[in-house]
T-cell receptor, first 112, second 115 residues
Framework: SQKIEQNSEALNIQEGKTATLTCNYTNYSPAYLQWYRQDPGRGPVFLLLIRENEKEKRKERLKVTFDTTLKQSLFHITASQPADSATYLCALDGEGTYKYIFGTGTRLKVLA | DTGVSQDPRHKITKRGQNVTFRCDPISEHNRLYWYRQTLGQGPEFLTYFQNEAQLEKSRLLSDRFSAERPKGSFSTLEIQRTEQGDSAMYLC?????????????FGPGTRLTVL
């Protein structure tokens, strides 16, 4: 069956460290993969999109990698801050149909 | 504020009642999505529109759910004969249809509680 997996356990890291979140998928061949941030009680907010032919994408303190052979994306936040504490969701297009499938999200807590 | 609005923000209803939610997307966005999200889960795709055409609907969506997007602007999602299992956050998102995928702008959601 088709599946997207993200670290189900919450990730606690110390302020200033790099947070690394994982998104693994099976039985999909996505053309795009997106990362979103979601705060409690609010809708997700778009962060980054990476295409299947891109290995890496950066935006300020954020970096995303995409390995279509491993079927994995990694999301990094460098120099993390308590304000980065949120749930991070990965989403991929279901076989290029613009029907986006979301993972369950990873809750990140950055400790001051 | 992403520019996508949803109304109402909260809805409490009794089992068996019908409910309707509204979504106003960013005006120039031609794609509109509906998702459902329960606690601890990611958003679950329900349906999406390109302009006024409903192009895809989740197989998980029962026939109690219907969505419309008249004139390709705002959209409504109706749930008939609500059940307790329908309790969730209903999210609307809009995007521009363009090559290379497109970021989705989400509204604040409508939280539905079915008693």
């Amino acid at each position: 069956s088709q599946k997207i997996e993200q670290n189900s356990e919450a990730l606690n890291i110390q302020e200033g460290k790099t947070a690394t979140l994982t998104c693994n998928y099976t039985n999909y061949s996505p053309a795009y993969l997106q990362w979103y941030r979601q705060d409690p009680g609010r809708g997700p907010v778009f962060l980054l999109l990476i295409r299947e032919n891109e290995k890496e994408k950066r935006k300020e303190r954020l970096k995303v990698t995409f390995d279509t052979t491993l079927k994995q994306s990694l999301f990094h936040i460098t120099a993390s801050q308590p304000a980065d504490s949120a749930t991070y969701l990965c989403a991929l297009d279901g076989e290029g149909t613009y029907k986006y499938i979301f993972g369950t999200g990873t809750r990140l807590k950055v400790l001051a | 504020d992403t520019g996508v609005s949803q109304d109402p923000r909260h809805k409490i209803t009794k089992r068996g009642q019908n409910v309707t939610f509204r979504c106003d997307p960013i005006s120039e966005h031609n794609r509109l999505y509906w998702y459902r999200q329960t606690l601890g889960q990611g958003p679950e795709f329900l349906t999406y529109f390109q302009n006024e055409a409903q192009l895809e609907k989740s197989r998980l969506l029962s026939d109690r759910f219907s969505a419309e997007r008249p004139k390709g602007s705002f959209s409504t999602l109706e749930i008939q004969r609500t059940e307790q299992g329908d309790s969730a956050m209903y999210l609307c998102a809009s995007s521009l249809a363009r090559a290379g995928g497109g970021e989705q702008f989400f509204g604040p959601g409508t939280r539905l509680t079915v008693l």
